[in-house]
């Protein structure tokens, strides 16, 4: 079992900044976080969740089109954290972000995701 609890979210207006934070922890013998694969989705309002970004176990990135050069994802393994760098943010980004995570070595927006934080809102004005 793998808990996932995401902070950071807040609201900003259109240009600003925020770091968003997915603290993991594990119940079992497995050194977590250097076997998951963990990953952002982001849901607004009346629309259907959109996968973020991911990383997995190498430390390799993928993002959505959308965020590309203007979110970053990463990971703090002696934190057992991982992180959503969101700059340059826009009206568009404003949603519930969650943290996902997968028991495995790498992942894709396709990946089946069993475990997920309860989410942190961000919202963007102009």
């Known amino acids: 079992q793998v808990q996932l609890v995401e902070s950071g979210g807040g609201s900003v207006q259109t240009g600003g900044s925020l770091k968003l934070s997915c603290a993991t922890s594990?119940?079992?013998?497995?050194?977590?976080?250097?076997?998951?694969?963990m990953a952002w989705f982001r849901q607004a309002p009346g629309e259907e969740r959109e996968w973020v970004a991911t990383?997995?176990?190498?430390?390799?990135?993928n993002y959505a089109d959308s965020v590309k050069g203007r979110f970053t994802i990463s990971q703090d393994n002696t934190k057992n954290t991982v992180y959503l760098q969101m700059n340059s943010l826009k009206v568009e980004d404003t949603a519930m972000y969650y943290c996902a995570a997968v028991w495995a070595s790498t992942c894709d927006l396709t990946s089946d995701f069993g475990f997920w934080g309860q989410g942190t809102q961000v919202t963007v004005s102009s």
């Open positions: 594990a119940v079992g013998y497995r050194r977590y976080i250097s076997t998951i694969c």
């Open positions: 990383i997995d176990t190498y430390g390799n990135t």
